[in-house]
């Protein structure tokens, strides 16, 4: 469950090719478990049709045709007034310099301007057409009016030319709705840093030791931090996952990387959901190791304990108010993640049982047990890494108050 589900999102598509991807947003907000109302606008159905949408939300689309109907007194402002946000996408620069300038001559921006909630466009449009000044004009009247612009992206256009004005992708969009539905939710005002994936400690300039960890469960944890309003930094080794839109994103490859990161930051909350080494070698070797070398003897040394180094016992400056912890334990789960949580001074520590197929590495779930410093535990049930971050992210939020 996102923070899309139960919200009410209107759609605005207006006419740009990149209509076609409208449709993919408008399911992918369905899936989220968001209620999808779509308008057209007559350009806008001249590129996709209202059943297109309709058979992705469910819902009837709304055309200018409604304008003329027996509902259309009440329409474009009730539309408006129920919605939890308003996000045209793609949202031509007709449209933009329409919004800009109050004009209201459909039912998509008589919708807009009757609209109470919060407004999102993600403009799609040739790079010419963007960067004309009264392009740029009415993007600046927009955005002074609180009205929140997503791209557009750099790319290939629809004239053949390359240029700044394509949509940006539909998984993106929906990155910026969530972070910005995110703004009044529990988290909001507070700082969450999350760190994410395996470490990587470098033997040579070509090879590391490294671990399994993909860093899905740290990327879902800062999904559900930025879903519930924080302001979040992921610091993160190399990971094949697209980091969520509004995290400022931070990267690191060693332990001593991550330590460094970390070691000039505070937040209200820390979650070190990465895999960081334990060992590293002692001597990186300047050039790569060669074969006709002969095996080499490599000689490992202690890397720094991040979160003792940051928040163990002894550590004088408090500079995280709640910190959490990851384990990821084969055997005797309860007693070695109870004796990380004092050693390495947590509030909360989530003990994953990776001996099971179904949990830790590189799969979609997890099998958590919560322990916190107070004592109390929670085992939760086997679920998708994104409850589990949910989960977490609740708790954060009750620790923090
Ligand atoms: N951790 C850390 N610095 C390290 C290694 C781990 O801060 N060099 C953090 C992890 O991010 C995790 C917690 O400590 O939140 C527990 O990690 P885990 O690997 O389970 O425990 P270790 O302390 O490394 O102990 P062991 O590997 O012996 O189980």
């Not at 040579?204 to 740290?218: A, L």
């Not at 709640?322 to 909360?348: I, M, T, Y």
Request: charged letters at 20%.
């Amino acid at each position: 469950m996102s923070n899309l589900s139960g919200k009410h999102i209107l759609l605005g598509v207006t006419g740009s090719i990149a209509a076609y991807k409208a449709a993919d947003l408008a399911s992918k907000l369905t899936q989220a478990g968001a209620q999808v109302d779509v308008i057209l606008t007559g350009a806008g159905e001249q590129f996709v049709t209202p059943l297109t949408f309709q058979s992705v939300t469910g819902r009837r689309a709304y055309t200018d045709q409604d304008l003329w109907g027996n509902e259309a007194h009440i329409m474009h402002v009730s539309l408006g007034k129920t919605a939890d946000m308003l996000v045209i996408a793609p949202c031509t620069a007709s449209t933009m310099a329409k919004l800009a300038h109050g004009i209201a001559d459909n039912l998509l921006t008589l919708t807009a301007l009757a609209a109470t909630c919060p407004i999102l466009i993600a403009p799609a449009m040739d790079g010419g057409m963007f960067d004309h000044p009264a392009t740029q004009e009415n993007l600046k009247t927009l955005q002074s009016r609180s009205v929140l612009v997503a791209g557009p992206a750099a790319g290939h256009l629809a004239s053949g030319l390359s240029g700044v004005g394509r949509m940006i992708e539909p998984a993106e969009v929906l990155g910026h709705i969530r972070a910005a539905l995110g703004k009044k939710g529990k988290l909001a005002g507070k700082k969450v840093i999350v760190t994410a994936g395996g470490t990587q400690e470098a033997l040579d300039p070509v090879r590391v030791i490294t671990n399994h960890s993909s860093g899905k469960q740290g990327y879902a944890l800062a999904q559900a931090a930025i879903d519930a309003g924080a302001d979040v930094t992921l610091i993160t080794t190399p990971t094949a996952l697209t980091p969520p839109v509004g995290a400022k994103i931070v990267n690191v490859k060693s332990v001593q990387e991550m330590l460094g990161a970390l070691l000039n930051e505070s937040a209200d909350a820390l979650v070190m959901t990465a895999a960081a080494a334990d060992f590293r070698p002692k001597n990186v070797a300047k050039e790569k190791m060669k074969k006709r070398d002969g095996i080499p003897q490599i000689e490992l040394e202690a890397a720094p304990d991040i979160l003792k180094t940051v928040a163990g016992p002894g550590v004088e400056q408090k500079r995280f108010n709640v910190v959490v912890g990851f384990a990821a334990e084969s055997q005797a789960l309860l007693e070695n993640a109870s004796e990380k949580l004092k050693s390495k001074g947590l509030d909360l520590i989530a003990a994953n049982d990776i001996s099971a197929t179904d949990a830790g590495f590189a799969v979609e779930t997890n099998r958590i047990t919560l322990l916190f410093a107070d004592g109390t535990k929670e085992n939760l049930p086997l679920m998708s890494k994104t409850e589990a971050a949910e989960k977490i992210t609740e708790h954060i939020a009750r620790l923090l108050e």
